[in-house]
C-alpha cells in the first residue's frame, strides 16, 4: 500500500535509537455476522460495497526506544497493542508509516507464531533458530540448555499440537531467549504458564535487561511494567493515550479504566 514502508536493520550500532516508529496506522477489514444471500452478495460487489466495517487498530503511533532500555506497553483489551507488537515483528505490515529496527530482534509473541503444531519439540527448536538467523551447529550447542530451562526434556519428541498451552509457551520462550538477541519483544509471557514457570520467566527478563539488551514488554502486569521498565506507553483505541515513566502512565491507565 502507498505510504507503507518497513525497515529491519540487522545492526546499526551508531543511531541511538533500537526502535523507531513514526506515523504507524494498521486497518483491518472486519467481516459482518450477518448472513446474506447470494443475491445480496452479488449486488453488493455490483455496488461497490460489501458487509463488512473498518476497523482502525492503530492510527497515527509514534515513538522509540533506546538500546538497552526496558519498554512497556499498557492499555485494555482489544486496544492495539498485539497489533503493534506483530508489526514490530514483520508478522504484520502497516498500511502506513515507518518502522525501523536496529538489532537483531527474537519475538515472542502469542502461542504458535515461529513454531509449527505437527513438528516436535526438537524440530521446533531447530526450526525456529533456523528463522533467528543460527547455524545447526549453534542450534545443537544451545539444545539441551533450552530444554532444561523449559523442563521438557521427556518431552522433546512429543509434537507441539499434544502439548499443553503452558507447556508450549515455556518451550518458545525458552527457544526465544536462547538466540541472543539484541531486542527482545514480548507479549503476555507470564499470562500462561505455572506460577513457578512464570517466575523464573520474571527472572530471566530481569537478568537480560541488566545485560543491556532492548526489551520491548507488552503485559497486563502492572506491576511488573512498574518494576522493569524505565518508560512506557498508554494505548488505547489504537492510539497512544500517555507515554512517560511507569508510575505516570500506569496512574492514567488506572483513571480511564476505573481499576
Known sequence: MAGNQYSRNKKNPGHEDAIVVENLSKRFRIPHERKITVYQHLAGLIAGSYSY?????????????????????????????????????GVLYPDRGTVQMNGKIAPFLELGVGFHPDLTAE???????????????????????????????????MKLKNFSSGMAVRLAFSTAIQTNPDILLVDEVLAVGDESFQRKCSKKIDEIRREGKTILLVSHDLGMVQKLCERCILV????????????????????????
Do not use: C, Q
Open 53 to 89: 466495517e473498518i476497523f482502525d487498530a492503530l492510527k497515527d503511533v509514534s515513538f522509540s526506544v533506546k538500546h538497552g532500555e526496558t519498554f512497556g506497553v499498557i492499555g485494555p483489551n482489544g486496544s492495539g497493542k498485539s497489533t503493534l507488537l506483530k508489526i514490530l515483528a
Open 123 to 157: 524440530e521446533n527448536i531447530y526450526l525456529y533458530g533456523a528463522i533467528m538467523g543460527l547455524t545447526k551447529r549453534m542450534i545443537a550447542s544451545k539444545y539441551e540448555e533450552i530444554l532444561d530451562f523449559a523442563e521438557l526434556k521427556r518431552f522433546e519428541n
Open 236 to 259: 488505547k483505541n489504537g492510539s497512544i493515550m500517555s507515554s512517560g515513566s511507569p508510575e505516570r502512565v500506569i496512574e492514567e491507565y488506572k483513571r480511564i479504566t476505573g481499576i
